[in-house]
Protein backbone atom coordinates (compact mmCIF):
# COMPACT_ATOMS: atom_id res chain seq x y z
CA UNK A 1 0.00 0.00 0.00
CA UNK A 2 1.94 3.13 -1.22
CA UNK A 3 -1.08 5.23 -0.86
CA UNK A 4 -0.01 8.07 1.72
CA UNK A 5 -3.12 10.05 2.13
CA UNK A 6 -2.31 13.02 4.24
CA UNK A 7 -5.90 12.69 5.81
CA UNK A 8 -4.99 8.91 6.67
CA UNK A 9 -1.54 9.11 8.38
CA UNK A 10 -1.18 5.84 9.69
CA UNK A 11 -0.13 3.13 7.41
CA UNK A 12 -3.29 0.71 9.59
CA UNK A 13 -5.68 2.87 9.07
CA UNK A 14 -5.00 3.72 5.25
CA UNK A 15 -4.89 -0.13 4.57
CA UNK A 16 -8.49 -0.32 6.38
CA UNK A 17 -10.01 2.57 4.53
CA UNK A 18 -8.52 2.78 0.95
CA UNK A 19 -10.85 0.02 -0.06
CA UNK A 20 -13.81 1.82 1.50
CA UNK A 21 -14.18 4.36 -1.35
CA UNK A 22 -10.80 5.64 -2.50
CA UNK A 23 -9.99 2.17 -4.09
CA UNK A 24 -13.20 0.41 -3.86
CA UNK A 25 -12.97 -2.70 -5.96
CA UNK A 26 -16.32 -2.62 -7.92
CA UNK A 27 -16.70 1.11 -8.28
CA UNK A 28 -13.13 2.53 -9.15
CA UNK A 29 -10.75 -0.16 -9.42
CA UNK A 30 -13.56 -2.24 -11.75
CA UNK A 31 -12.18 -5.97 -10.87
CA UNK A 32 -14.24 -8.54 -9.74
CA UNK A 33 -17.07 -7.85 -11.62
CA UNK A 34 -19.02 -11.00 -12.02
CA UNK A 35 -20.77 -11.16 -8.56
CA UNK A 36 -21.60 -8.07 -8.75
CA UNK A 37 -23.46 -8.55 -11.72
CA UNK A 38 -24.51 -12.13 -10.86
CA UNK A 39 -25.61 -12.55 -7.27
CA UNK A 40 -27.82 -8.56 -7.00
CA UNK A 41 -31.09 -9.56 -7.54
CA UNK A 42 -31.75 -8.98 -4.02
CA UNK A 43 -29.68 -8.32 -1.20
CA UNK A 44 -29.64 -10.94 1.04
CA UNK A 45 -27.67 -13.26 -1.62
CA UNK A 46 -26.01 -10.09 -2.20
CA UNK A 47 -25.03 -9.72 1.45
CA UNK A 48 -24.24 -13.33 1.92
CA UNK A 49 -21.99 -13.28 -1.21
CA UNK A 50 -20.05 -10.00 0.39
CA UNK A 51 -19.57 -11.74 3.79
CA UNK A 52 -18.11 -15.10 2.16
CA UNK A 53 -15.86 -12.56 0.20
CA UNK A 54 -14.66 -10.91 3.15
CA UNK A 55 -13.56 -14.35 5.17
CA UNK A 56 -11.81 -15.95 1.91
CA UNK A 57 -9.97 -12.49 1.35
CA UNK A 58 -8.97 -12.17 4.82
CA UNK A 59 -8.20 -16.11 5.19
CA UNK A 60 -5.94 -15.38 1.99
CA UNK A 61 -4.58 -12.60 2.87
CA UNK A 62 -3.24 -14.30 6.47
CA UNK A 63 -1.59 -16.95 4.90
CA UNK A 64 -0.41 -15.34 1.95
CA UNK A 65 1.46 -12.64 3.92
CA UNK A 66 2.92 -15.67 6.70
CA UNK A 67 4.40 -17.32 3.27
CA UNK A 68 5.34 -14.03 1.75
CA UNK A 69 9.30 -15.09 2.25
CA UNK A 70 8.85 -18.28 1.09
CA UNK A 71 7.55 -18.18 -2.13
CA UNK A 72 9.33 -18.70 -5.46
CA UNK A 73 8.14 -15.89 -7.56
CA UNK A 74 7.59 -17.86 -10.66
CA UNK A 75 5.31 -20.47 -8.40
CA UNK A 76 3.28 -17.69 -6.71
CA UNK A 77 0.30 -17.48 -9.04
CA UNK A 78 -0.70 -21.10 -8.45
CA UNK A 79 0.04 -21.14 -4.82
CA UNK A 80 -2.23 -17.98 -4.43
CA UNK A 81 -5.02 -19.83 -6.45
CA UNK A 82 -4.33 -23.01 -4.04
CA UNK A 83 -4.65 -21.25 -0.79
CA UNK A 84 -7.93 -19.19 -2.40
CA UNK A 85 -9.14 -22.50 -3.94
CA UNK A 86 -8.94 -24.10 -0.06
CA UNK A 87 -10.76 -21.05 1.48
CA UNK A 88 -13.33 -21.19 -0.82
CA UNK A 89 -13.76 -24.92 -0.42
CA UNK A 90 -14.14 -24.22 3.58
CA UNK A 91 -16.61 -21.18 3.05
CA UNK A 92 -18.86 -23.39 0.78
CA UNK A 93 -19.15 -25.78 3.08
CA UNK A 94 -20.17 -23.36 5.84
CA UNK A 95 -22.74 -21.77 3.77
CA UNK A 96 -24.52 -25.22 2.77
CA UNK A 97 -24.46 -26.12 6.29
CA UNK A 98 -25.84 -23.28 7.84
CA UNK A 99 -27.44 -21.43 4.98
CA UNK A 100 -28.68 -24.23 2.59
CA UNK A 101 -30.86 -21.63 1.11
CA UNK A 102 -28.12 -19.02 0.18
CA UNK A 103 -26.23 -21.34 -0.87
CA UNK A 104 -28.79 -22.70 -3.61
CA UNK A 105 -29.27 -19.49 -4.46
CA UNK A 106 -25.84 -18.70 -5.24
CA UNK A 107 -24.74 -21.79 -6.73
CA UNK A 108 -22.03 -22.08 -8.55
CA UNK A 109 -20.73 -18.09 -7.89
CA UNK A 110 -19.68 -19.30 -4.42
CA UNK A 111 -16.84 -21.72 -6.18
CA UNK A 112 -16.13 -18.96 -8.83
CA UNK A 113 -15.05 -16.65 -5.58
CA UNK A 114 -11.66 -18.46 -6.90
CA UNK A 115 -11.36 -16.87 -9.64
CA UNK A 116 -12.44 -13.09 -8.56
CA UNK A 117 -10.00 -11.03 -9.58
CA UNK A 118 -10.23 -8.78 -6.32
CA UNK A 119 -8.92 -11.78 -3.96
CA UNK A 120 -5.55 -12.57 -6.15
CA UNK A 121 -5.10 -8.96 -6.97
CA UNK A 122 -4.84 -8.43 -2.82
CA UNK A 123 -2.76 -11.22 -2.72
CA UNK A 124 -0.10 -10.03 -5.27
CA UNK A 125 -0.26 -6.16 -4.53
CA UNK A 126 -0.72 -6.24 -0.54
CA UNK A 127 -0.21 -9.55 1.06
CA UNK A 128 3.06 -10.47 -0.47
CA UNK A 129 4.52 -7.36 0.11
CA UNK A 130 3.60 -6.51 3.50
CA UNK A 131 3.01 -7.94 7.42
CA UNK A 132 0.17 -9.64 9.13
CA UNK A 133 -2.09 -6.62 10.90
CA UNK A 134 -2.00 -4.80 7.25
CA UNK A 135 -2.94 -7.62 5.38
CA UNK A 136 -5.50 -8.27 7.51
CA UNK A 137 -6.59 -4.77 7.86
CA UNK A 138 -6.25 -4.61 4.17
CA UNK A 139 -8.26 -7.48 3.44
CA UNK A 140 -11.55 -6.22 6.16
CA UNK A 141 -11.33 -3.00 3.99
CA UNK A 142 -11.58 -4.46 0.77
CA UNK A 143 -13.70 -6.94 1.52
CA UNK A 144 -15.91 -4.15 3.12
CA UNK A 145 -15.89 -1.99 0.30
CA UNK A 146 -17.09 -4.73 -2.28
CA UNK A 147 -19.95 -5.76 -0.28
CA UNK A 148 -21.01 -2.28 0.38
CA UNK A 149 -21.20 -2.13 -3.51
CA UNK A 150 -22.81 -5.17 -3.96
CA UNK A 151 -25.32 -3.87 -1.63
CA UNK A 152 -25.82 -0.68 -2.86
CA UNK A 153 -26.38 -2.85 -6.74
CA UNK A 154 -28.73 -5.14 -4.89
CA UNK A 155 -30.91 -2.14 -2.83
CA UNK A 156 -31.58 -0.69 -6.00
CA UNK A 157 -32.40 -3.59 -8.14
CA UNK A 158 -34.63 -5.45 -5.82
CA UNK A 159 -36.26 -2.18 -4.95
CA UNK A 160 -37.17 -1.39 -8.56
CA UNK A 161 -37.62 -5.29 -9.70
CA UNK A 162 -40.20 -6.36 -6.56
CA UNK A 163 -40.66 -2.93 -4.59
CA UNK A 164 -39.10 -4.95 -1.32
CA UNK A 165 -35.49 -4.17 0.11
CA UNK A 166 -34.15 -7.27 2.60
CA UNK A 167 -37.90 -8.77 1.49
CA UNK A 168 -39.93 -5.83 3.50
CA UNK A 169 -42.49 -3.79 1.34
CA UNK A 170 -40.98 -0.33 0.55
CA UNK A 171 -42.91 0.92 -2.11
CA UNK A 172 -46.98 1.54 -1.76
CA UNK A 173 -49.07 -1.31 -3.26
CA UNK A 174 -49.85 0.55 -6.33
CA UNK A 175 -46.10 0.29 -7.49
CA UNK A 176 -45.57 -1.92 -10.59
CA UNK A 177 -42.99 -3.70 -10.67
CA UNK A 178 -39.89 -3.36 -13.17
CA UNK A 179 -39.04 -6.88 -13.66
CA UNK A 180 -36.73 -5.47 -16.30
CA UNK A 181 -33.98 -5.02 -13.28
CA UNK A 182 -33.78 -8.48 -12.28
CA UNK A 183 -32.44 -9.61 -15.63
CA UNK A 184 -29.04 -9.48 -16.62
CA UNK A 185 -30.22 -5.85 -18.63
CA UNK A 186 -30.48 -4.47 -15.18
CA UNK A 187 -27.54 -5.46 -13.78
CA UNK A 188 -25.63 -4.19 -16.85
CA UNK A 189 -27.51 -0.97 -16.87
CA UNK A 190 -27.75 -0.10 -13.07
CA UNK A 191 -23.71 -0.19 -12.73
CA UNK A 192 -23.02 1.56 -15.86
CA UNK A 193 -25.83 4.10 -14.32
CA UNK A 194 -24.09 4.44 -10.57
CA UNK A 195 -20.46 4.56 -12.12
CA UNK A 196 -21.55 7.22 -14.56
CA UNK A 197 -22.88 9.12 -11.18
CA UNK A 198 -19.76 8.44 -9.71
CA UNK A 199 -17.66 10.05 -12.18
CA UNK A 200 -19.99 13.39 -12.70
CA UNK A 201 -19.91 13.59 -8.99
CA UNK A 202 -16.24 13.18 -8.23
CA UNK A 203 -15.45 15.50 -11.11
CA UNK A 204 -17.66 18.75 -9.74
CA UNK A 205 -15.59 17.95 -6.98
CA UNK A 206 -12.30 18.42 -8.61
CA UNK A 207 -13.20 21.38 -10.42
CA UNK B 1 19.83 -36.77 -8.08
CA UNK B 2 20.35 -33.09 -8.47
CA UNK B 3 17.39 -32.81 -10.26
CA UNK B 4 15.23 -33.88 -7.87
CA UNK B 5 16.81 -31.56 -5.37
CA UNK B 6 16.43 -28.83 -7.43
CA UNK B 7 12.70 -30.26 -7.73
CA UNK B 8 12.02 -30.17 -3.80
CA UNK B 9 13.94 -26.99 -3.54
CA UNK B 10 11.22 -25.15 -6.02
CA UNK B 11 8.69 -26.97 -4.84
CA UNK B 12 9.14 -28.19 -1.01
CA UNK B 13 6.20 -24.99 0.22
CA UNK B 14 3.66 -25.90 -2.32
CA UNK B 15 4.32 -29.67 -0.81
CA UNK B 16 3.74 -28.27 2.68
CA UNK B 17 1.10 -26.19 2.04
CA UNK B 18 -1.18 -28.41 -0.05
CA UNK B 19 -1.11 -31.03 2.58
CA UNK B 20 -1.81 -28.16 5.39
CA UNK B 21 -4.83 -27.35 3.30
CA UNK B 22 -6.08 -30.89 2.39
CA UNK B 23 -5.93 -30.99 6.49
CA UNK B 24 -8.09 -27.99 7.18
CA UNK B 25 -10.45 -29.43 4.64
CA UNK B 26 -10.83 -32.66 6.15
CA UNK B 27 -11.48 -31.45 9.18
CA UNK B 28 -14.24 -28.88 8.39
CA UNK B 29 -15.37 -31.68 5.99
CA UNK B 30 -15.63 -34.26 9.55
CA UNK B 31 -17.18 -31.16 11.38
CA UNK B 32 -20.04 -30.25 8.59
CA UNK B 33 -20.74 -33.01 6.40
CA UNK B 34 -23.14 -34.68 8.42
CA UNK B 35 -24.76 -31.22 8.66
CA UNK B 36 -25.16 -30.73 4.63
CA UNK B 37 -26.42 -34.15 4.32
CA UNK B 38 -29.25 -32.98 7.22
CA UNK B 39 -30.27 -30.09 5.18
CA UNK B 40 -30.65 -31.91 1.64
CA UNK B 41 -33.13 -34.17 3.21
CA UNK B 42 -34.65 -31.83 5.41
CA UNK B 43 -35.45 -29.37 2.57
CA UNK B 44 -36.80 -32.42 0.06
CA UNK B 45 -38.96 -33.49 3.46
CA UNK B 46 -40.28 -30.09 4.27
CA UNK B 47 -41.49 -29.35 0.65
CA UNK B 48 -42.84 -32.72 0.62
CA UNK B 49 -44.74 -32.45 3.16
CA UNK B 50 -46.47 -29.01 2.55
CA UNK B 51 -48.37 -31.41 0.00
CA UNK B 52 -49.04 -34.10 2.17
CA UNK B 53 -49.01 -32.56 5.70
CA UNK B 54 -50.45 -35.57 7.46
CA UNK B 55 -47.02 -37.38 6.65
CA UNK B 56 -44.36 -38.71 9.18
CA UNK B 57 -42.00 -40.65 7.44
CA UNK B 58 -41.42 -41.18 3.41
CA UNK B 59 -40.41 -43.99 2.89
CA UNK B 60 -38.22 -45.07 -0.49
CA UNK B 61 -40.04 -47.45 -2.79
CA UNK B 62 -37.78 -50.66 -3.48
CA UNK B 63 -39.77 -51.70 -6.72
CA UNK B 64 -37.54 -50.84 -9.35
CA UNK B 65 -39.85 -48.35 -11.80
CA UNK B 66 -38.68 -47.09 -15.06
CA UNK B 67 -40.48 -43.92 -16.84
CA UNK B 68 -39.33 -43.28 -20.63
CA UNK B 69 -38.35 -39.31 -21.23
CA UNK B 70 -39.60 -37.46 -24.13
CA UNK B 71 -36.18 -37.95 -25.74
CA UNK B 72 -36.33 -41.73 -25.37
CA UNK B 73 -33.95 -42.43 -22.47
CA UNK B 74 -35.04 -44.32 -19.89
CA UNK B 75 -34.39 -43.73 -16.19
CA UNK B 76 -34.99 -45.03 -12.30
CA UNK B 77 -38.18 -43.13 -10.80
CA UNK B 78 -37.49 -41.71 -7.33
CA UNK B 79 -40.89 -42.74 -5.35
CA UNK B 80 -41.50 -42.46 -1.65
CA UNK B 81 -44.64 -44.10 0.45
CA UNK B 82 -45.63 -41.54 2.51
CA UNK B 83 -46.94 -42.92 6.35
CA UNK B 84 -48.56 -41.36 8.62
CA UNK B 85 -47.47 -41.19 12.39
CA UNK B 86 -49.33 -44.64 13.26
CA UNK B 87 -47.86 -46.22 9.69
CA UNK B 88 -50.49 -46.12 7.47
CA UNK B 89 -50.03 -44.63 3.93
CA UNK B 90 -51.27 -41.70 3.33
CA UNK B 91 -49.94 -40.90 0.22
CA UNK B 92 -47.63 -40.76 -2.49
CA UNK B 93 -44.40 -38.61 -3.59
CA UNK B 94 -41.85 -38.74 -6.37
CA UNK B 95 -39.73 -36.71 -8.33
CA UNK B 96 -40.21 -35.19 -12.21
CA UNK B 97 -38.26 -33.49 -14.31
CA UNK B 98 -37.98 -32.08 -17.64
CA UNK B 99 -36.54 -28.94 -19.89
CA UNK B 100 -38.37 -25.55 -19.55
CA UNK B 101 -38.18 -22.14 -20.99
CA UNK B 102 -34.52 -21.72 -19.54
CA UNK B 103 -32.96 -24.67 -18.15
CA UNK B 104 -34.06 -27.67 -16.45
CA UNK B 105 -37.35 -28.01 -13.95
CA UNK B 106 -37.16 -30.40 -11.32
CA UNK B 107 -40.37 -30.95 -9.32
CA UNK B 108 -41.62 -33.19 -6.51
CA UNK B 109 -44.90 -33.99 -6.65
CA UNK B 110 -47.44 -36.10 -4.71
CA UNK B 111 -50.69 -38.17 -5.21
CA UNK B 112 -53.27 -39.46 -2.79
CA UNK B 113 -52.56 -43.23 -1.18
CA UNK B 114 -54.65 -44.65 -4.40
CA UNK B 115 -53.19 -42.97 -6.87
CA UNK B 116 -56.01 -41.75 -8.46
CA UNK B 117 -55.76 -37.75 -7.96
CA UNK B 118 -52.61 -35.47 -7.31
CA UNK B 119 -51.66 -33.80 -4.14
CA UNK B 120 -49.94 -30.66 -6.21
CA UNK B 121 -46.38 -30.00 -6.77
CA UNK B 122 -43.03 -27.92 -5.34
CA UNK B 123 -40.19 -27.11 -7.33
CA UNK B 124 -37.19 -27.92 -6.40
CA UNK B 125 -34.70 -26.40 -9.63
CA UNK B 126 -35.80 -23.97 -12.15
CA UNK B 127 -34.46 -21.35 -13.95
CA UNK B 128 -37.36 -19.32 -15.53
CA UNK B 129 -37.38 -15.78 -16.27
CA UNK B 130 -38.61 -14.17 -12.68
CA UNK B 131 -42.14 -12.66 -13.45
CA UNK B 132 -43.01 -14.85 -16.45
CA UNK B 133 -42.22 -18.45 -16.34
CA UNK B 134 -41.34 -18.10 -12.51
CA UNK B 135 -45.25 -17.77 -11.55
CA UNK B 136 -45.05 -21.53 -11.75
CA UNK B 137 -44.50 -21.13 -8.74
CA UNK B 138 -47.29 -19.60 -7.22
CA UNK B 139 -50.36 -20.83 -5.63
CA UNK B 140 -52.44 -19.84 -8.76
CA UNK B 141 -50.62 -22.01 -10.92
CA UNK B 142 -49.73 -24.94 -8.64
CA UNK B 143 -53.53 -25.18 -6.87
CA UNK B 144 -54.90 -26.11 -10.55
CA UNK B 145 -52.83 -29.53 -9.72
CA UNK B 146 -54.18 -30.33 -6.29
CA UNK B 147 -56.95 -33.38 -6.54
CA UNK B 148 -56.24 -33.37 -10.88
CA UNK B 149 -57.23 -36.55 -11.48
CA UNK B 150 -53.82 -38.86 -12.07
CA UNK B 151 -54.71 -39.08 -16.05
CA UNK B 152 -53.15 -36.85 -19.40
CA UNK B 153 -53.78 -33.64 -18.29
CA UNK B 154 -54.32 -30.91 -20.88
CA UNK B 155 -53.40 -26.92 -20.96
CA UNK B 156 -55.76 -24.24 -21.95
CA UNK B 157 -55.47 -20.68 -22.86
CA UNK B 158 -58.41 -19.94 -21.30
CA UNK B 159 -60.86 -21.44 -18.86
CA UNK B 160 -61.90 -21.58 -15.20
CA UNK B 161 -58.83 -22.02 -13.16
CA UNK B 162 -60.62 -23.05 -9.73
CA UNK B 163 -62.49 -25.95 -10.87
CA UNK B 164 -61.00 -29.38 -10.07
CA UNK B 165 -60.20 -31.24 -13.54
CA UNK B 166 -57.73 -32.62 -16.13
CA UNK B 167 -57.73 -28.97 -17.74
CA UNK B 168 -54.63 -26.59 -16.45
CA UNK B 169 -55.02 -22.92 -17.42
CA UNK B 170 -51.34 -21.53 -18.97
CA UNK B 171 -49.83 -18.85 -17.37
CA UNK B 172 -50.20 -15.54 -19.20
CA UNK B 173 -47.09 -14.82 -20.56
CA UNK B 174 -44.85 -17.81 -20.32
CA UNK B 175 -46.75 -20.57 -22.22
CA UNK B 176 -43.94 -22.64 -22.77
CA UNK B 177 -43.08 -22.76 -19.03
CA UNK B 178 -46.75 -23.99 -18.23
CA UNK B 179 -46.49 -26.17 -21.19
CA UNK B 180 -42.97 -27.97 -20.29
CA UNK B 181 -45.09 -28.28 -16.50
CA UNK B 182 -48.04 -29.63 -17.69
CA UNK B 183 -45.80 -32.20 -20.14
CA UNK B 184 -43.46 -33.46 -17.45
CA UNK B 185 -46.26 -33.82 -15.07
CA UNK B 186 -47.76 -36.54 -17.97
CA UNK B 187 -44.80 -38.08 -18.51
CA UNK B 188 -43.92 -38.96 -14.95
CA UNK B 189 -47.61 -39.54 -13.77
CA UNK B 190 -49.29 -41.68 -16.35
CA UNK B 191 -46.20 -43.69 -16.45
CA UNK B 192 -45.53 -44.46 -12.66
CA UNK B 193 -48.94 -44.75 -12.19
CA UNK B 194 -49.02 -47.58 -15.04
CA UNK B 195 -46.07 -49.55 -13.65
CA UNK B 196 -47.17 -49.09 -10.06
CA UNK B 197 -50.66 -50.63 -10.71
CA UNK B 198 -48.54 -53.52 -12.64
CA UNK B 199 -46.57 -54.30 -9.96
CA UNK B 200 -49.35 -54.45 -7.34
CA UNK B 201 -48.31 -51.42 -4.92
CA UNK B 202 -51.74 -49.78 -5.87
CA UNK B 203 -53.33 -52.73 -7.81
CA UNK B 204 -56.28 -53.79 -5.45
CA UNK B 205 -57.49 -50.16 -5.79
CA UNK B 206 -58.71 -50.46 -9.33
CA UNK B 207 -60.16 -53.54 -8.25
CA UNK B 208 -62.22 -51.69 -5.35
CA UNK B 209 -63.39 -49.10 -7.57
CA UNK C 1 -28.21 -39.02 -35.92
CA UNK C 2 -30.08 -37.98 -32.77
CA UNK C 3 -27.19 -38.11 -30.59
CA UNK C 4 -25.44 -35.50 -33.30
CA UNK C 5 -28.51 -33.23 -33.37
CA UNK C 6 -28.60 -33.08 -29.59
CA UNK C 7 -25.13 -32.28 -29.36
CA UNK C 8 -25.69 -29.73 -32.11
CA UNK C 9 -28.35 -28.11 -29.79
CA UNK C 10 -26.56 -28.24 -26.66
CA UNK C 11 -23.41 -26.24 -28.77
CA UNK C 12 -26.32 -24.05 -30.02
CA UNK C 13 -27.36 -23.51 -26.59
CA UNK C 14 -23.83 -22.69 -25.06
CA UNK C 15 -23.16 -19.89 -27.64
CA UNK C 16 -26.63 -18.13 -28.38
CA UNK C 17 -29.25 -19.09 -25.88
CA UNK C 18 -27.32 -19.63 -22.70
CA UNK C 19 -24.49 -17.75 -23.94
CA UNK C 20 -21.82 -17.33 -20.59
CA UNK C 21 -21.14 -13.76 -20.90
CA UNK C 22 -24.64 -12.44 -21.58
CA UNK C 23 -26.99 -14.67 -19.33
CA UNK C 24 -24.25 -15.89 -16.29
CA UNK C 25 -21.78 -12.64 -16.02
CA UNK C 26 -18.66 -14.96 -15.92
CA UNK C 27 -15.89 -13.17 -17.99
CA UNK C 28 -17.52 -9.93 -17.59
CA UNK C 29 -13.28 -8.54 -17.02
CA UNK C 30 -12.03 -8.98 -20.26
CA UNK C 31 -15.22 -8.13 -21.87
CA UNK C 32 -15.27 -4.91 -20.54
CA UNK C 33 -11.35 -4.64 -20.84
CA UNK C 34 -11.10 -5.88 -24.12
CA UNK C 35 -9.55 -3.03 -26.07
CA UNK C 36 -11.55 -1.31 -29.35
CA UNK C 37 -9.66 -4.00 -31.60
CA UNK C 38 -11.40 -6.88 -33.14
CA UNK C 39 -8.10 -8.47 -34.17
CA UNK C 40 -6.73 -8.57 -30.65
CA UNK C 41 -10.73 -9.64 -29.34
CA UNK C 42 -10.26 -12.51 -31.69
CA UNK C 43 -7.31 -13.80 -30.66
CA UNK C 44 -7.73 -13.62 -27.11
CA UNK C 45 -10.92 -15.16 -27.73
CA UNK C 46 -9.41 -18.50 -29.51
CA UNK C 47 -6.80 -18.43 -26.62
CA UNK C 48 -9.61 -18.58 -23.76
CA UNK C 49 -11.86 -21.12 -26.89
CA UNK C 50 -8.95 -23.19 -26.46
CA UNK C 51 -8.11 -23.38 -23.18
CA UNK C 52 -11.73 -23.72 -22.05
CA UNK C 53 -12.22 -26.75 -24.44
CA UNK C 54 -8.92 -28.25 -23.14
CA UNK C 55 -9.57 -27.73 -19.61
CA UNK C 56 -13.55 -28.99 -19.62
CA UNK C 57 -12.53 -31.88 -20.88
CA UNK C 58 -9.79 -32.81 -18.42
CA UNK C 59 -11.65 -31.50 -15.63
CA UNK C 60 -14.57 -33.36 -16.27
CA UNK C 61 -12.58 -36.69 -16.96
CA UNK C 62 -10.46 -36.32 -13.39
CA UNK C 63 -14.25 -35.81 -11.70
CA UNK C 64 -15.64 -38.67 -13.42
CA UNK C 65 -13.05 -40.80 -13.20
CA UNK C 66 -11.25 -39.72 -10.12
CA UNK C 67 -12.78 -37.41 -8.18
CA UNK C 68 -16.60 -39.43 -7.86
CA UNK C 69 -15.45 -42.83 -7.43
CA UNK C 70 -12.80 -41.71 -4.76
CA UNK C 71 -15.86 -39.84 -3.29
CA UNK C 72 -13.25 -36.84 -3.20
CA UNK C 73 -15.90 -34.31 -4.52
CA UNK C 74 -15.00 -31.46 -1.45
CA UNK C 75 -11.57 -31.14 -2.94
CA UNK C 76 -13.31 -30.51 -6.56
CA UNK C 77 -12.40 -26.41 -6.34
CA UNK C 78 -9.05 -27.14 -5.91
CA UNK C 79 -8.58 -29.97 -8.31
CA UNK C 80 -9.91 -27.71 -10.92
CA UNK C 81 -7.58 -24.80 -10.26
CA UNK C 82 -4.82 -26.88 -10.71
CA UNK C 83 -6.20 -28.33 -13.56
CA UNK C 84 -6.96 -24.96 -15.52
CA UNK C 85 -3.49 -23.40 -14.16
CA UNK C 86 -1.38 -26.43 -15.90
CA UNK C 87 -3.90 -26.15 -19.27
CA UNK C 88 -2.92 -22.89 -19.44
CA UNK C 89 0.54 -22.79 -18.75
CA UNK C 90 0.70 -25.31 -21.32
CA UNK C 91 -0.60 -23.18 -23.82
CA UNK C 92 1.12 -20.50 -23.07
CA UNK C 93 4.66 -22.24 -23.69
CA UNK C 94 3.13 -24.09 -27.14
CA UNK C 95 2.23 -20.70 -28.27
CA UNK C 96 5.69 -19.02 -27.39
CA UNK C 97 7.69 -22.07 -29.02
CA UNK C 98 5.52 -21.99 -32.19
CA UNK C 99 3.48 -18.59 -32.39
CA UNK C 100 6.09 -15.82 -31.27
CA UNK C 101 4.43 -13.04 -32.46
CA UNK C 102 1.27 -13.86 -31.14
CA UNK C 103 2.88 -14.62 -27.93
CA UNK C 104 4.22 -11.03 -28.32
CA UNK C 105 0.67 -9.46 -28.72
CA UNK C 106 -1.47 -11.54 -26.07
CA UNK C 107 1.69 -10.25 -22.91
CA UNK C 108 -0.06 -10.13 -20.01
CA UNK C 109 -3.55 -11.53 -21.22
CA UNK C 110 -2.14 -15.38 -21.51
CA UNK C 111 -1.47 -16.25 -18.06
CA UNK C 112 -3.75 -14.25 -17.18
CA UNK C 113 -6.88 -16.49 -18.74
CA UNK C 114 -6.31 -19.15 -15.59
CA UNK C 115 -8.27 -16.18 -13.65
CA UNK C 116 -10.67 -16.20 -16.22
CA UNK C 117 -14.30 -16.89 -14.66
CA UNK C 118 -15.49 -18.37 -18.09
CA UNK C 119 -13.04 -20.72 -17.65
CA UNK C 120 -13.76 -21.86 -14.23
CA UNK C 121 -17.55 -21.72 -14.69
CA UNK C 122 -17.29 -24.16 -17.74
CA UNK C 123 -16.39 -26.85 -15.35
CA UNK C 124 -18.50 -25.86 -12.27
CA UNK C 125 -21.48 -25.47 -15.13
CA UNK C 126 -20.19 -28.65 -16.51
CA UNK C 127 -21.30 -30.41 -13.17
CA UNK C 128 -24.33 -28.25 -13.07
CA UNK C 129 -25.87 -29.20 -15.87
CA UNK C 130 -24.93 -33.28 -15.21
CA UNK C 131 -23.17 -34.21 -18.83
CA UNK C 132 -22.92 -37.36 -18.67
CA UNK C 133 -20.46 -38.78 -21.40
CA UNK C 134 -17.23 -37.18 -22.64
CA UNK C 135 -18.25 -36.31 -26.45
CA UNK C 136 -20.97 -33.55 -24.81
CA UNK C 137 -18.60 -32.42 -22.53
CA UNK C 138 -15.82 -31.81 -25.29
CA UNK C 139 -18.76 -29.93 -27.20
CA UNK C 140 -20.20 -27.90 -24.55
CA UNK C 141 -16.99 -26.60 -23.52
CA UNK C 142 -15.62 -25.81 -26.93
CA UNK C 143 -19.35 -23.73 -27.42
CA UNK C 144 -18.80 -22.01 -24.35
CA UNK C 145 -15.19 -20.62 -25.68
CA UNK C 146 -16.53 -19.72 -28.93
CA UNK C 147 -19.68 -17.84 -27.34
CA UNK C 148 -17.43 -15.67 -25.04
CA UNK C 149 -15.18 -15.24 -28.67
CA UNK C 150 -18.25 -14.33 -30.15
CA UNK C 151 -19.83 -11.77 -27.09
CA UNK C 152 -16.19 -10.23 -26.96
CA UNK C 153 -15.93 -9.75 -31.12
CA UNK C 154 -19.35 -8.05 -30.47
CA UNK C 155 -18.04 -5.54 -28.01
CA UNK C 156 -14.54 -4.75 -29.79
CA UNK C 157 -16.32 -3.85 -32.93
CA UNK C 158 -19.20 -1.65 -30.74
CA UNK C 159 -15.84 -0.56 -29.17
CA UNK C 160 -14.42 0.88 -32.40
CA UNK C 161 -17.62 2.82 -33.21
CA UNK C 162 -18.08 4.22 -30.20
CA UNK C 163 -14.33 6.00 -29.72
CA UNK C 164 -16.05 7.75 -32.63
CA UNK C 165 -19.63 8.89 -31.11
CA UNK C 166 -20.38 11.40 -28.90
CA UNK C 167 -20.89 10.15 -25.36
CA UNK C 168 -21.62 12.21 -22.20
CA UNK C 169 -18.91 13.26 -20.68
CA UNK C 170 -19.90 11.36 -17.14
CA UNK C 171 -20.65 7.95 -19.37
CA UNK C 172 -16.84 8.00 -21.14
CA UNK C 173 -15.09 4.65 -20.69
CA UNK C 174 -16.79 1.83 -18.66
CA UNK C 175 -20.49 3.24 -17.66
CA UNK C 176 -21.30 3.28 -21.38
CA UNK C 177 -19.93 0.04 -21.92
CA UNK C 178 -21.75 -1.18 -19.08
CA UNK C 179 -24.50 -0.07 -20.56
CA UNK C 180 -24.08 -1.40 -24.07
CA UNK C 181 -23.40 -4.85 -22.76
CA UNK C 182 -26.98 -4.49 -21.11
CA UNK C 183 -28.68 -3.62 -24.22
CA UNK C 184 -26.58 -6.50 -25.76
CA UNK C 185 -27.92 -9.04 -23.10
CA UNK C 186 -31.55 -7.70 -24.28
CA UNK C 187 -30.98 -8.49 -27.46
CA UNK C 188 -29.52 -11.58 -27.31
CA UNK C 189 -32.66 -12.76 -24.85
CA UNK C 190 -34.49 -13.06 -27.95
CA UNK C 191 -32.84 -16.57 -28.15
CA UNK C 192 -34.12 -17.72 -24.97
CA UNK C 193 -36.41 -20.49 -25.05
CA UNK C 194 -35.29 -21.14 -28.96
CA UNK C 195 -33.69 -24.98 -27.65
CA UNK C 196 -35.54 -26.82 -25.64
Known amino acids: MSASNDSLSSPYSAALFTGLWKENPTFRLLIGLCPPLAVTTAVKPALTMGLSVIFVLVCSNIVVSLMRNLIKPHVRIIMFTVTIATFVTICDMFLKAYTPKMSEMLGAYVPLIIVNCLIIFRAEACASKSGMVISILDGIGMGTGFTLALCTLAGIRELLATGHVFDIQVMPKAFVPWLAFQMPVGAFVTLGLILGLITALTRKKGA | ?209 | MDTFVALLMGFLSVVLVNNFVFTKFLGTCPYLGVSGHLDKALGMGLAVTFVTALSGTLTWMVDAWVLTPLHLEITRYICYIVIIAGAVQLVEMYVRRFFPALYEAFGIFLPLISTNCVVLGICLFLDVWGTNNLLEAVVLSTGTGMGFTVAICIMAGIREELMLSDVPEALKGAPITLITAGILTMAFMGFAGMIK
Not at chain 2, 65 to 78: C, N, S, Y
Not at chain 2, 93 to 108: K, R, T
Not at chain 2, 130 to 142: E, T, V
Not at chain 2, 152 to 175: W, Y
Request: proline share 3%.
Open chain 2, 1 to 209: MLKLKLFVQESWLLLASSFFFGLLIAVTNAALSGKIEQNKTAKLNELTRTLLPDAAIFQPVQAEIEVTLPDGTKEAARIFEALSADKQRIGWSFMAHGSGFSGDIELVMAADKDFQKLRGYNVLVSSETPGFGDQMKNDYYRNQFVNAPTEPLTLSKTGNPAAVDSQIVAITGATVTSTAVVNLVNTFVVQIKDQMTKKGLIGNVSQQR
